[in-house]
């Protein structure tokens, strides 16, 4: 079924089991960009857009807005196959990209996507992994429900595993500091990389 437009607000329902609650301590990892254009640190939730991404609950035309939002994973893996989707090449010195994991503060209260919600509410699993724009529509409906949720819990579209759509209920959920956090062209990192990219068919420069 594809994925048609998202119902108002007021007539998303959930059940107790449409909502996963990610144990403290778990681990989420980030690829991200420290030099460029809208640079966000690792323990920050971007607050432009919109972007191209799929959850973006951001409204046009593009601005700095109050709600934010931050793509995580569990696997290295699934960081990479997500960024660098376009190309598939992994470019470890353009915008000096950084790999960075953390453990959240405390329990995070995540809506999930993966389950029966989605067809409850007039939706399908390809909410994971449909056209953005429609995504993008669904993020802002759920977001306007329910502002007080820490974020989505969703499959990628490149692994199909499972990732972490942080949003802005989660800004208090970053520690002081990463538990690593290293740019991706440090020599340390070659061996975990290289074995991610095998992983997924993607090339490392």
């Known amino acids: 079924m594809r994925l048609g437009r998202a119902p108002h607000p007021a007539e998303l329902a959930d059940e107790a089991d449409d909502w996963v609650a990610l144990p403290c301590p778990s681990v989420l990892w980030r690829v991200h960009r420290t030099a460029g254009d809208h640079?966000?640190?690792?323990g920050e939730l971007r607050r432009w857009g919109p972007s191209d991404a799929s959850f973006d609950p951001h409204e046009p035309p593009p601005s700095f807005q109050p709600i934010g939002i931050s793509y995580t994973s569990f696997d290295v893996a699934t960081c990479l196959a997500e960024v660098y989707q376009v190309s598939r090449v992994v470019n470890t010195v353009f915008d000096a990209p950084y790999l960075t994991a953390w453990s959240p503060r405390r329990e995070l209260r995540l809506l999930d996507?993966?389950?029966?919600?989605?067809?409850?509410?007039?939706?399908?699993?390809?909410?994971?992994?449909?056209?953005?724009?429609?995504?993008r529509q669904w993020a802002r409906a759920i977001y306007e429900h329910w502002p007080d949720a820490d974020g989505l819990y969703y499959s990628s579209a490149m692994t199909g595993r499972p990732c972490v759509a942080l949003r802005t209920a989660a800004a208090d959920s970053f520690p002081a500091r990463p538990s690593f956090s290293h740019a991706l062209a440090a020599p340390l990192l070659r061996g975990l990389l290289q074995a991610a990219v095998n992983e997924v068919g993607y090339r490392l420069i």
């Open 113 to 135: 996507l993966t389950g029966t919600w989605p067809v409850r509410n007039g939706a399908s699993h390809s909410i994971n992994t449909g056209c953005h724009d429609l995504c």
């Open 39 to 42: 640079v966000v640190g690792w």
